[in-house]
């Protein structure tokens, strides 16, 4: 049997030996399974990595809000009218670099509102007339509850955006907000 290369004539064996190269043959098997087993290891190793959620609950009804990937850095701010004063409070928090909830600081006009008081530590500024923010606390909280309000609702933002949480919850309603671990894979059965 006769093949054409280049209008050449050659013979068949001369043909295939060009095709197949030296060890090609030979070398492709190896390098497939080489690379299937490094794909399949990169997949477990993916899989089975920590992954840090940002989880908004509502405690009272058993309910997940919502949940999200969550990496340091990552802020949220709980903003609200205080009951008594009628006064708006927010109290910022972010997610520090061990993956754990971090109050830093709180801005509020009415007296005894958000989770601090003056005399417990912190930078206390005067930043607009009857407003008062206190920084610096950077203290870690396992988790952050509140009481959903039921003539003024809460605002909650994540990174900058605004979460609706009353399409979901009722006044009175607690709402628990936590940093959980799991591994990758068990986000693909949520």
Same mark, same amino acid.
């Given at each position: 049997?006769?093949?054409?290369?280049?209008?050449?004539?050659?013979?068949?064996?001369?043909?295939?030996?060009?095709?197949?190269?030296?060890?090609?043959?030979?070398?492709?098997?190896?390098?497939?399974?080489?690379?299937?087993?490094?794909?399949?290891?990169?997949?477990?190793?993916?899989?089975?990595?920590?992954?840090?959620?940002?989880?908004?609950?509502?405690?009272?009804?058993?309910?997940?809000?919502?949940?999200?990937?969550?990496?340091?850095?990552?802020?949220?701010?709980?903003?609200?009218?205080?009951?008594?004063?009628? @006064? =708006?409070?927010?109290?910022?928090?972010?997610?520090? *670099?061990?993956? /754990? %909830?971090?109050? !830093?600081?709180?801005?509020?006009? #009415?007296?005894?509102?958000?989770?601090?008081?003056?005399?417990?530590?912190?930078?206390?500024?005067?930043?607009?007339?009857?407003?008062?923010?206190?920084?610096?606390?950077?203290?870690?909280?396992?988790?952050?509850?509140?009481?959903?309000?039921?003539?003024?609702?809460?605002?909650?933002?994540?990174?900058?955006?605004? @979460? =609706?949480?009353?399409?979901?919850?009722?006044?009175? *309603?607690?709402? /628990? %907000?936590?940093? !959980?671990?799991?591994?990758?894979? #068990?986000?693909?059965?949520?």
């Amino acid at each position: 049997m006769l093949s054409v290369n280049l209008g050449r004539v050659l013979p068949a064996e001369d043909v295939r030996c060009c095709l197949v190269g030296k060890g090609r043959l030979k070398k492709r098997p190896i390098a497939v399974g080489g690379l299937s087993l490094a794909l399949l290891l990169g997949t477990i190793y993916w899989g089975l990595a920590p992954q840090y959620v940002l989880s908004i609950e509502n405690a009272t009804r058993g309910k997940a809000i919502m949940e999200t990937a969550t990496m340091p850095g990552d802020n949220f701010w709980v903003v609200f009218i205080n009951s008594v004063e009628n @006064l =708006p409070v927010a109290d910022h928090f972010i997610v520090n *670099d061990h993956h /754990q %909830i971090q109050f !830093t600081e709180t801005i509020y006009q #009415a007296p005894y509102a958000g989770y601090v008081f003056p005399d417990k530590g912190g930078r206390q500024e005067l930043i607009a007339p009857g407003t008062i923010r206190i920084s610096g606390y950077e203290k870690q909280m396992d988790k952050v509850t509140f009481f959903a309000g039921y003539t003024f609702q809460h605002m909650l933002l994540l990174n900058g955006h605004w @979460l =609706p949480i009353y399409e979901v919850v009722q006044g009175g *309603d607690l709402i /628990q %907000i936590t940093v !959980t671990r799991r591994p990758r894979w #068990a986000a693909l059965f949520k």
